[in-house]
T-cell receptor, first 115, second 117 residues
Framework: NAGVTQTPKFRVLKTGQSMTLLCAQDMNHEYMYWYRQDPGMGLRLIHYSVGEGTTAKGEVPDGYNVSRLKKQNFLLGLESAAPSQTSVYFC??????????????FGEGSRLTVL | AQSVAQPEDQVNVAEGNPLTVKCTYSVSGNPYLFWYVQYPNRGLQFLLKYITGDNLVKGSYGFEAEFNKSQTSFHLKKPSALVSDSALYFCAEVQTQGVDSNYQLIWGAGTKLIIKP
């Protein structure tokens, strides 16, 4: 049971470099989310998607782009990385009916360091 | 704006003692409330939820949470702590944005629970 898989798990970038984080889920979930986790700040929503081909901005979308070309995949891109984007990134997914019930399934996280 | 507060950064409990991790929420009306747990270097896992009904909600790993509308609280509890309960605990609340498909969660900052043998 793979669940939600994130790649890569660790990455070090230099300021200005670009990269893409991949999230894949095998539970046929409609909704997918990208969060960042910073000490003392809980989770903050970056972008989310309610279905294939649709994305929307969350609380902290600046500096990030996303795409959901396939239902099972949700990509998070950083076009020009900045030190402020050093964080742990979590992908999550849920059934549409779970949107109100809050039962999300999380990946194990991707730790990104921007120098 | 909606907010979720976890007033304690860290809670220390001796193994075998009862534990409480506090959470307060801000929305009026009927909130949807949740607890998640994060073990070191892992993603978050759903523990339990309150949607409606009984104010005492039971969840995974022997945890329960008590919903108190008058105090706008949703404290997580366990009668007898285990060392393996040591983790980061997050309280969350659903934020409604007016569109059925776009409910999102508002997260507390997290509370580190340390259970000492």
């Amino acid at each position: 049971n793979a669940g939600v898989t994130q790649t890569p798990k660790f990455r070090v970038l230099k300021t200005g470099q670009s990269m893409t984080l991949l999230c894949a889920q095998d539970m046929n979930h409609e909704y997918m989310y990208w969060y960042r986790q910073d000490p003392g700040m809980g989770l903050r929503l970056i972008h989310y998607s309610v279905g294939e081909g649709t994305t929307a901005k969350g609380e902290v979308p600046d500096g990030y782009n996303v795409s959901r070309l396939k239902k099972q995949n949700f990509l998070l891109g950083l076009e020009s990385a900045a030190p402020s984007q050093t964080s742990v990134y979590f992908c999550a997914s849920s059934y549409r009916t779970s949107g109100r019930t809050g039962e999300l399934f999380f990946g194990e996280g991707s730790r990104l360091t921007v120098l | 704006a909606q907010s979720v507060a976890q007033p304690e950064d860290q809670v220390n409990v001796a193994e075998g003692n009862p534990l409480t991790v506090k959470c307060t929420y801000s929305v009026s009306g009927n909130p949807y409330l949740f607890w998640y747990v994060q073990y070191p270097n892992r993603g978050l896992q759903f523990l339990l939820k309150y949607i409606t009904g009984d104010n005492l909600v039971k969840g995974s790993y022997g945890f329960e949470a008590e919903f108190n509308k008058s105090q706008t609280s949703f404290h997580l509890k366990k009668p007898s702590a285990l060392v393996s309960d040591s983790a980061l605990y997050f309280c969350a609340e659903v934020q409604t944005q007016g569109v059925d498909s776009n409910y999102q969660l508002i997260w507390g900052a997290g509370t580190k629970l340390i259970i000492k043998p």
